[in-house]
Nanobody, 116 residues
Framework: QVQLVESGGGLVQAGGSLRLSCAAS????????MGWYRQAPGKQRELVAT???????NYADSVKGRFTVSRDNVKDTVYLKMNSLKAEDTAVYYC??????????WGRGTQVTVSS
């Protein structure tokens, strides 16, 4: 059974930082793209940041320059370092992975709350 397990969410003040982690386990195979999406109350899920096995990154305009996505290919783990957090970053953050066979997997999400 493939699992993506997120950790590191919590409550922070505006301007603060958090680091999210997501570890993939099970028979997922080689992961091509991996990263993070988020969903705020009353809004649709949106891309935050992704990173390929080769290190190519993609960021939403709203987080570029503040968030950094990275990964450990050996551990099948992806990270999201979030700096200069804003109230509008408040959301459930979901880990995402796509293997080289283009099978998609999702974590259950971790809550990030930024207070003003």
């Amino acid at each position: 059974q493939v699992q993506l397990v997120e950790s590191g969410g919590g409550l922070v003040q505006a301007g603060g930082s958090l680091r999210l982690s997501c570890a993939a386990s099970g028979n997922i195979g080689s992961i091509d793209n991996m990263g993070w999406y988020r969903q705020a109350p009353g809004k649709q899920r949106e891309l935050v940041a992704t990173i390929t096995s080769g290190g190519e990154t993609n960021y939403a305009d709203s987080v570029k320059g503040r968030f950094t996505v990275s990964r450990d290919n050996v551990k099948d783990t992806v990270y999201l370092k979030m700096n200069s957090l804003k109230a509008e970053d408040t959301a459930v953050y979901y880990c995402y992975a796509r293997n080289i066979r283009w099978n998609d997997y999702w974590g259950r999400g971790t809550q990030v709350t930024v207070s003003s």
